[in-house]
C-alpha cells in the first residue's frame, strides 16, 4: 500500500500510513522504505530522510541498491549535496577503485540515476576532481551518454567552467541519438557565457525552445545586448520567447525598451498572459510612466488575465516611486488581495524616497497587520 500510494503521488498519504505502521508495531522493510524515499524527496522532508537513514544502517539495510538510489533522491532534492555525496561514496562505488561497486560484502551497482545524482552534487559543490572520477566509472559502465548521467556532466564542467569538456560531453549525448532536455541547453549555453564564448552560445541553438533559453540565460547573467541579439537569431518566435526578451529589458531597468517591445508583441497578434503584463508593468515602473502602466494594468481585463499581487505591487510601486503615495495606498486598500510585506514595502520605499510618513501612519491607524508593517521597515533597513 505505500509504494502504491507514493508511486501515485499521494506522497503525505504514504508517510502517514508508514507512521502507523510503526505504532502498530510493524518493522518497515528496506523495499517499504525504498518506496516512502522518494516521497520524502519530493515533498523535500530531509529530518525523515535522515531517520529512515538512521534505520537502514542500524538494521543493516544499506545493501539495497534501491534504498541507496532513494537516500541519494533524497539528499539531492533538499540540497544537502554533502551527504548525497557522503552515500554515493560509501555504498555505490568504492572511492580510488571505480571499476568496483562494493558494499561491505554485498555489491550495489550504480545507475545512471545514482551516478547522475552524484554528479549533480559533484557540480554544486564544485568538486569537479571527484565529478571526473565519477565520469571515469560511468564511461566504464557504458552510461555516459545516458540523458541523466550525460546532464549531469554538462552541468558539472559548466559549473566547474570546463566548458570544453562540457561540450564534449553535450556533443556525446546528442550523437548517440538523446536529445538534451532543456536543463542541459540551459547548462551548456551558461557554460559558455561565464567564459564570454558567446560566439558558441549563440550558434548552440536552432529552434524556439532553446532560443528562449538563450534569451533567459543571458538575460540572468546581465547581458541584455546578447539577450537582444540572441531573440533576433530566433527563427519563430512565440509567446516563450517573447516574455523572454520582455523579462530580459524588465529586469534590467530597460522600461522605455520594455514598453516599445510590449506594443510590439500586441502589434504581432500575441495574447499576453500573466507574464507578459508582469513585464510590461514593471518596464513602467523603471520608466516612471504612471498613465502607461494603468493603461496595461486595465488592458488586462481586455486579454481576461487576473491580476495576481504580483501586478498589484507594481502600480504600487509605480504610484510610490513617482510621489503619489495616497494613489498607491489606495490601491493596497481596495485591490481584492491580502497585501504582504513586498507591496507594504513598495510603499514605505516612496514614502522614505519623497520624505513623507503619512500614508504609512494612516495605515497603522486603521488595523493594518503591523507584523507586514515591521516585516517591510527591516527590508528597508530603517529600523
Same mark, same amino acid.
Given at each position: 500500500?505505500?509504494?502504491?500510494?507514493?508511486?501515485?503521488?499521494?506522497?503525505?498519504?504514504?508517510?502517514?500510513?508508514?507512521?502507523?505502521?510503526?505504532?502498530?508495531?510493524?518493522?518497515?522493510?528496506?523495499?517499504?522504505?525504498?518506496?516512502?524515499?522518494?516521497?520524502?524527496?519530493?515533498?523535500?522532508?530531509? @529530518?525523515?530522510?535522515?531517520?529512515?537513514?538512521?534505520?537502514?544502517?542500524?538494521?543493516?539495510?544499506?545493501?539495497?541498491?534501491?534504498?541507496? %538510489?532513494? &537516500?541519494? /533522491?533524497?539528499?539531492?532534492?533538499?540540497?544537502?549535496?554533502?551527504?548525497?555525496?557522503?552515500?554515493?561514496?560509501?555504498?555505490?562505488?568504492?572511492? /580510488?577503485?571505480?571499476?568496483?561497486?562494493?558494499?561491505?560484502?554485498?555489491?550495489?551497482?550504480?545507475?545512471?540515476?545514482?551516478?547522475?545524482?552524484?554528479?549533480?552534487?559533484?557540480?554544486?559543490?564544485?568538486?569537479?576532481?571527484?565529478?571526473?572520477?565519477?565520469?571515469?566509472?560511468?564511461?566504464?559502465?557504458?552510461?555516459?551518454?545516458?540523458?541523466?548521467?550525460?546532464?549531469?556532466?554538462?552541468?558539472?564542467?559548466?559549473?566547474?567552467? #570546463?566548458?570544453?569538456?562540457?561540450?564534449?560531453?553535450?556533443?556525446?549525448?546528442?550523437?548517440?541519438?538523446?536529445?538534451?532536455?532543456?536543463?542541459?541547453?540551459?547548462?551548456?549555453?551558461?557554460?559558455?557565457?561565464?567564459?564570454?564564448?558567446?560566439?558558441?552560445?549563440?550558434?548552440?541553438?536552432?529552434?524556439?525552445?532553446?532560443?528562449?533559453?538563450?534569451?533567459?540565460?543571458?538575460?540572468?547573467?546581465?547581458?541584455?545586448?546578447?539577450?537582444?541579439?540572441?531573440?533576433?537569431?530566433?527563427?519563430?518566435?512565440?509567446?516563450?520567447?517573447? %516574455?523572454?526578451?520582455?523579462?530580459?529589458?524588465?529586469?534590467?531597468?530597460?522600461?522605455?525598451?520594455?514598453?516599445?517591445?510590449?506594443?510590439?508583441?500586441?502589434? %504581432?497578434?500575441?495574447?499576453?498572459?500573466?507574464?507578459?503584463?508582469?513585464?510590461?508593468?514593471?518596464?513602467?515602473?523603471?520608466?516612471?510612466?504612471?498613465?502607461?502602466?494603468?493603461?496595461?494594468?486595465?488592458?488586462?481585463?481586455?486579454?481576461?488575465?487576473?491580476?495576481?499581487?504580483?501586478? @498589484?505591487?507594481?502600480?504600487? /510601486?509605480?504610484?510610490?516611486?513617482?510621489?503619489?503615495?495616497?494613489?498607491? &495606498?489606495?490601491?493596497?486598500?481596495?485591490?481584492?488581495? #491580502?497585501? #504582504?510585506?513586498?507591496?507594504?514595502?513598495?510603499?514605505?520605499?516612496?514614502?522614505?524616497?519623497?520624505?513623507?510618513?503619512?500614508?504609512?501612519?494612516?495605515?497603522?491607524?486603521?488595523?493594518?497587520?503591523?507584523?507586514?508593517?515591521?516585516?517591510?521597515?527591516? &527590508?528597508?533597513?530603517?529600523?
Amino acid at each position: 500500500m505505500v509504494g502504491g500510494l507514493s508511486q501515485n503521488g499521494y506522497d503525505k498519504e504514504a508517510i502517514e500510513i508508514l507512521y502507523k505502521m510503526q505504532a502498530a508495531g510493524f518493522q518497515p522493510n528496506a523495499q517499504t522504505l525504498a518506496s516512502i524515499l522518494p516521497a520524502c524527496g519530493r515533498l523535500q522532508m530531509l @529530518y525523515l530522510g535522515k531517520e529512515i537513514h538512521g534505520y537502514l544502517t542500524r538494521h543493516e539495510l544499506m545493501s539495497n541498491s534501491f534504498v541507496v %538510489n532513494g &537516500l541519494i /533522491d533524497v539528499y539531492r532534492r533538499c540540497g544537502d549535496m554533502e551527504n548525497a555525496l557522503l552515500v554515493f561514496s560509501m555504498y555505490s562505488m568504492k572511492n /580510488d577503485l571505480l571499476e568496483h561497486h562494493v558494499l561491505r560484502k554485498e555489491e550495489i551497482e550504480a545507475d545512471s540515476f545514482t551516478l547522475g545524482s552524484a554528479l549533480a552534487a559533484c557540480a554544486d559543490m564544485g568538486l569537479l576532481r571527484r565529478g571526473k572520477e565519477i565520469h571515469s566509472y560511468a564511461i566504464a559502465r557504458g552510461l555516459q551518454t545516458d540523458p541523466f548521467v550525460g546532464g549531469a556532466l554538462v552541468e558539472l564542467y559548466s559549473q566547474c567552467l #570546463d566548458v570544453g569538456a562540457a561540450q564534449k560531453a553535450f556533443d556525446e549525448m546528442k550523437a548517440d541519438g538523446f536529445d538534451p532536455n532543456i536543463y542541459t541547453w540551459n547548462s551548456i549555453i551558461a557554460g559558455h557565457v561565464k567564459n564570454a564564448h558567446n560566439e558558441s552560445a549563440l550558434q548552440l541553438f536552432s529552434d524556439t525552445h532553446i532560443g528562449s533559453a538563450v534569451v533567459d540565460v543571458y538575460a540572468k547573467c546581465g547581458c541584455v545586448k546578447h539577450a537582444r541579439l540572441a531573440y533576433d537569431n530566433i527563427k519563430k518566435y512565440n509567446l516563450v520567447t517573447e %516574455n523572454a526578451m520582455l523579462t530580459a529589458y524588465a529586469m534590467h531597468g530597460y522600461g522605455e525598451e520594455g514598453i516599445a517591445f510590449f506594443r510590439r508583441i500586441l502589434d %504581432n497578434g500575441f495574447i499576453p498572459d500573466d507574464i507578459t503584463f508582469l513585464s510590461a508593468l514593471s518596464s513602467c515602473v523603471h520608466a516612471r510612466l504612471v498613465e502607461t502602466g494603468l493603461e496595461f494594468f486595465n488592458l488586462m481585463r481586455s486579454y481576461n488575465v487576473k491580476p495576481t499581487l504580483k501586478h @498589484y505591487t507594481c502600480i504600487v /510601486d509605480l504610484f510610490s516611486r513617482t510621489g503619489k503615495l495616497k494613489a498607491a &495606498l489606495k490601491v493596497i486598500k481596495e485591490m481584492p488581495l #491580502d497585501p #504582504d510585506a513586498v507591496i507594504w514595502g513598495a510603499l514605505l520605499g516612496g514614502c522614505v524616497i519623497h520624505g513623507n510618513l503619512e500614508p504609512i501612519s494612516q495605515s497603522l491607524s486603521k488595523d493594518t497587520p503591523v507584523s507586514e508593517i515591521a516585516t517591510s521597515l527591516r &527590508l528597508l533597513d530603517i529600523t
